[in-house]
T-cell receptor
């Protein structure tokens, strides 16, 4: 099945800093989503982005499908951005969402 | 009301007990999924259903069973719970194909 790798595994930021999270995948995809898991365990859907660029407030994402990667940008980070960020994909030959291992983000005040 | 509702939110049960986790959705989607998350890891697929008469095993189905009672309802059962099934369980739905998934808030299950 399709493989999804996220980097870095852990990230510590000072409040106000910018950061970039990366997601690499091993095959063509029909679906790519970014999620934020908050400290209470809830999964919040950030972006549905199988290709192209989207922005939502301080967050933006870019997927370059031909090169099999996606980037999540966090600008002017806040302590509420802390948590784990997951990238998940549905491969072109598959029909189920496969998750990466996540990037754990800690934003310090 | 939430699009995907999971009950219970938290549960502690004893080894050997049977337990059912329930999921209902108001999105009107045909496809529903159960995922499991262990501490520090991503989510892994347990079972999925593409319609009421279609049930499929995911990558970690051993020790679990499911029931699709209606388009909106998909239940996960642990027939005889064991401690290594302690995890966070998520239900999800999507309309199919390449469309986005919507997740419930999760059920935190502890088997002692």
């Amino acid at each position: 099945g399709i493989q999804v790798e996220q980097s870095p595994p852990d990230l510590i930021l000072q409040e106000g800093a910018n950061s970039t999270l990366r997601c690499n995948f091993s095959d063509s995809v029909n679906n790519l989503q970014w999620f934020h898991q908050n400290p209470w365990g809830q999964l919040i859907n950030l972006f549905y982005i199988p290709s192209g660029t989207k922005q939502n407030g301080r967050l933006s994402a870019t997927t370059v499908a031909t090169e099999r990667y996606s980037l999540l940008y966090i600008s002017s980070s806040q302590t509420t951005d802390s948590g784990v960020y997951f990238c998940a994909v549905v491969g072109a030959a598959g029909n189920k969402l496969t998750f990466g291992g996540g990037t754990r983000v800690l934003v310090k005040p | 009301d939430a699009d995907v509702t999971q009950t219970p939110r938290n549960r502690i049960t004893k080894t050997g007990k049977r337990i059912m986790l329930e999921c209902s959705q108001t999105k009107g989607h045909d496809r529903m999924y159960w995922y499991r998350q262990d501490p520090g890891l991503g989510l892994r697929l347990i079972y999925y259903s593409f319609d009421v008469k279609d049930i499929n095993k995911g990558e970690i189905s051993d020790g679990y069973s499911v029931s699709r009672q209606a388009q909106a309802k998909f239940s996960l059962s642990l027939e005889s719970a064991i401690p290594n099934q302690t995890a966070l369980y998520f239900c999800a739905t999507n309309p199919g194909g390449s469309y986005g998934y919507t997740f419930g808030s999760g059920t935190r299950l502890t088997v002692v």
